[in-house]
């Protein structure tokens, strides 16, 4: 146990990423106590359940006893849930989120957070294929990176709290442009993610038996896929509406890239293939290096 | 250890598949002597030092001390192994393959096969990222399908017996049309095979600065398909090559429907995409159910 960081923590949406972040707060004894907001009662009976929380419901003004706000929810809810959290915030309270999306998370919720209230936007690039409260671990964020998109003006101390809390939580921290950000997470999470839900949609649209045999078949490939397109699909619309242009973008690069190969396929270019095949060789190596595999 | 089901196999090349397969009939004692022809010394050295096979060389004419052939080189290169092991097979020879397409191996490989020799087209679903004799392991095949396509009018004893030796290695067998083999597996494996290569190509190209944070921040989604976008490049070049028709009348389907997504995407179509994402969980949880997760 190390000093508490904060006293109170209140959790918006008790999901995945959140109540994983519940269970390593509560181990490494980084806060007092903990309290959830979320509109699905089964959520919140799940994390009483499970413990992770002291506290859990519906009720908006909760964030009244929070030093640190954490929001935890599909991208797409938080403009309104910014205008139903704004009037409750207590100046001094540090408001942070885990959104996949920077760019949207800082336009929707800005404009509701009172005068003396920091928002740090966060993301913590770590997950499972799996949603809810019961899905999440306490070890989900060791070694993994966490990017912090703080606009220029944030109190540094909150900005530095919230570095702390995911440094004590196993993270290591970047601090990044917000838009940058989402140009980023659109090559590396954004778009295999499109493809995924897209090559499953592709196998999930063949007739009966062919796709019956896809998925007898499925370990020679496919079924790596179908582990990513199993993700949340509220949470994925969300990214792709409040990304966009990040995202139309890489999807272009992407498929010129893809006729490239399908054209050398179709004029039988063999040492093309294999020149292109042998380069991506290297971006693997590389990431076995970087611990990141 | 059971009783042997042949006396000597004869193992054309020596990588991952025939490697692991070496090690897995010798485990289970299904051939009495093992032997191994391969054009890179390298693999015969590492073959013997690890002693999954009791002798190896880049003698052609070792397959007429075998009684079981067992081809497993990229498929580009079975035309050419035809003809150099032709003349030396013995009649009651079983010749077998563990090649990705089935069509253009019995293609090229047919001709060459003298009166008396059986030819019982294989293709273990199995394998990793890796390649060579040294990243082979006894159970790989364990729990994993062998897909086998024989021509009408082959020796169903010959059949019989490389389907049981598939089994006592720990595969479940599948009979099938080696046209739709091909068919099946342009869907499970060869598109998501191409669609990984792209993807990590078209990271691969992005400038310098960009390209370390996708490998930094990889562990969001890309990393899953840099893994199977390691794998062999002449092997996944020979297969582009040789499944060509069915590959490339995948990719158009897939276009299609990454189009579809596209504009949806530009358009703000949140329903479509929300659907679009919850069926595809479907077919995860039917290929958990199915054991092949």
Partial sequence: ???????????????????SLA????????????VAVDIAAESCAAALELGIVDAAGSDWATVAEADLVVIGTPVGAVLEIG???GPHLKPGTVVTDVGSVKMAVIRDLTPSLPEGVAFVPGHPIAGTEHSGPRAGFAELFEGRWCILT????????AVDKV???????GSMVEVMD???HDQVLAVTSHLPHLIAYTIVGTADDLEGHLKQEVIKFSASGFRDFTRIAASDPI???????NNREAVLEVIQRFTEDLTALQRAIRW???????KKFSETRAIRRAIIDARQA
């Fill in 178 to 180: 917000p838009h940058h």
């Fill in 150 to 157: 703080p606009q220029t003006g944030t109190d540094p101390q």
């Fill in 268 to 274: 039988g270019e063999g040492e093309a293939l294999e």
């Fill in 83 to 85: 205008r139903a959290i």
């Fill in 235 to 241: 949470m994925w619309r969300d990214i792709f509406l």
């Fill in 163 to 169: 570095a702390e809390a995911w440094r004590r939580v």
């Fill in 1 to 19: 146990m190390t000093t508490p960081l904060f006293d109170t923590v209140c959790f918006i949406g008790i999901g995945l990423i959140n109540g």
């Fill in 23 to 34: 269970r390593a707060m509560r181990k490494t004894g980084l806060v007092r106590r903990l």
